[in-house]
């Protein structure tokens, strides 16, 4: 049965999210013109107690380049030559990187960082070409340049910094959960216990779930998260474990699941960029202490994120 208790197929959430996950609303072009969009990959299951390696805490996840605008630098100069930034980003997450189904533009929290470090860089805001990156290939997109930079709702972590590199953390995230309401679950461990779980593939929430720490009967990983939430509309899955910025995205796309109070792996994000490209970090972390100074992220949350996830503390910057 999907979710509550309906047994016929749910309306607008599910086309919405299911147009979404599946491309139909466009894949990512210059100046975010609509373009065909990939069908995502087939579910693949896992075992509900994997032996999946833990994850590496070492390091200082919230430590970047300093603050700089070197115009000479390697790549700023060639994205100046080309004339256009390019830019991995989601389309399925609503209200972070998402297709407006009525304007055919991509829009949302990172979408508008993406146009500020656009603007610092090329003079113009609009001067991007997005390129739709799945959630199980955002690294590797990053690491094969197929990308100037990745933003992503990306979490910094050990791992991934010894792949690529990091501007410095523009949001808090941490792992929660998506349940439908009448799940009634109070937390993160009672909602996956003995459940139907699913995440997105070569994620922090995957690692978790293949750790077999949990207790969840089974395990499938997806290209991308909200493929998650269109399984559980359709009662193939009872939970989706993701970071909470996708999650809170998720329950403003269905008024009937929604989010765990608590979170697991607490974590920054950050924009992602090749370790190759050190003169773009910095740029980029240039830009960010000014977004942040000038009121312009707090105005892209109240626009976006407000509504969902409630006031800024709790989801800010590193002081």
Do not use: H
Not at 12 to 18: E, F, G, I, K
Not at 60 to 84: C, F, H, M, V
Not at 170 to 196: C, D, I, M
Not at 223 to 230: F, I, K, S
């Amino acid at each position: 049965m999907g979710i509550g208790t309906r047994t016929r197929t749910p309306g607008r959430a599910l086309v919405v999210a299911a147009a979404l996950a599946a491309g139909l609303l466009g894949a990512g072009t210059s100046s975010g013109a609509a373009a065909p969009g990939a069908v995502p990959g087939a579910v693949r299951q896992a075992p509900a107690g994997g032996s999946a390696p833990a994850l590496d805490d070492t390091c200082d996840t919230a430590k970047s380049l300093p603050p700089a605008r070197n115009a000479g630098g390697a790549r700023i100069r060639k994205i100046r030559e080309r004339g256009t930034l390019v830019v991995g980003v989601d389309q399925n997450s609503y209200n972070w990187g998402y297709r407006n189904p009525q304007s055919g533009r991509i829009e949302g929290f990172d979408i508008d960082l993406a146009r500020a470090v656009a603007a610092s860089v090329l003079g113009d805001p609009e001067k991007i070409t997005y390129r739709t990156v799945p959630t199980a290939r955002r690294i590797e997109a990053v690491k094969a340049g197929e990308v100037d930079m990745l933003i992503r709702t990306v979490t910094i972590t050990c791992d991934r910094l010894k792949e690529i590199s990091f501007s410095a953390p523009y949001f808090e995230a941490g792992q929660r959960t998506v349940t439908p309401k009448a799940a009634k679950a109070t937390s993160v461990a009672q909602a996956l216990k003995g459940k139907r779980a699913c995440s997105a593939a070569k994620t922090s929430s995957a690692t978790e779930l293949e750790s077999g720490k949990w207790g969840q009967a089974t395990t499938k990983l997806l290209d991308n998260q909200l493929d998650c939430l269109v399984l559980m509309q359709q009662g193939q899955v009872d939970v989706t474990l993701t970071d909470g910025v996708a999650a809170y995205a998720q329950a403003a796309q269905d008024p009937r699941v929604e989010v765990s109070p608590d979170t697991i792996v607490p974590a920054w994000m950050g924009i992602a960029v090749n370790q190759g490209d050190p003169d773009l970090v910095a740029w980029i972390n240039a830009v960010l202490a000014e977004y942040r100074s000038n009121g312009g992220w707090k105005a892209s949350y109240d626009r976006w994120l407000a509504p969902t996830m409630g006031p800024v503390p709790g989801f800010s910057l590193p002081s």
